[in-house]
């Protein structure tokens, strides 16, 4: 059987959610929770309708899929989940978008930036923040210490 060509197809959305709570949970446990709250708010027959699934995990970050329209009533469902195998968790929408890779973009890990090395007071009045490609960056006391 062939495949639909993309004109026939479901069209779907994607959303960055960020997970807020004291562990991070699997993607597995992310995918159940997902399903369950979707089921208990809209039913059996708005899950099948909505198409809702994770598809990339990362940390505290995940991306949810659904089928377009239906954004909203995904960021409703999950916004009701108070907890993830046990422990409290709260999931907080961050942005919607047609394709996983500009969402991706919008991920701020919290990893360390290894092209930049510390800073240096320089003559009391500016830091010098020299990185790798020589480039300086200038920092005023007045952009450190903010009164």
């Known amino acids: 059987m062939r495949p639909l060509p993309p004109t026939l197809r479901e069209n779907r959305r994607y959303v960055l959610f960020r997970i807020l709570g ?3 949970p699997t993607q597995k446990e992310v995918y159940h929770m997902v399903a369950d709250s979707v089921t208990a708010l809209f039913g059996d027959a708005g ?3 909505m198409h809702p699934a994770v598809v ?3 940390g505290d970050y995940v991306i ?6 239906f954004e909203q009533s995904l960021i409703a469902a999950l916004s009701l989940v108070t907890k993830i195998a046990g422990e ?4 907080r929408s961050m942005a919607t978008s047609g394709t ?5 973009e919008k991920v701020v890990l ?3 930036d290894a092209e930049t090395f510390p800073g240096y007071l320089c003559s009391g009045k500016k830091i010098d ?9 200038y920092l005023t006391r007045d952009d450190i210490i903010k009164e």
Do not use: M, Q
């Open 22 to 24: 004291g562990t991070v």
């Open 64 to 69: 949810a899929r659904c089928t377009r329209g």
């Open 88 to 91: 409290p968790a709260a999931f």
């Open 129 to 137: 923040n020299l990185s790798k490609d020589n480039a300086h960056r």
């Open 56 to 58: 990339w995990s990362d």
């Open 110 to 112: 919290e990893k360390p």
């Open 100 to 104: 996983i890779l500009s969402l991706r």
């Open 47 to 49: 899950a099948a309708e």
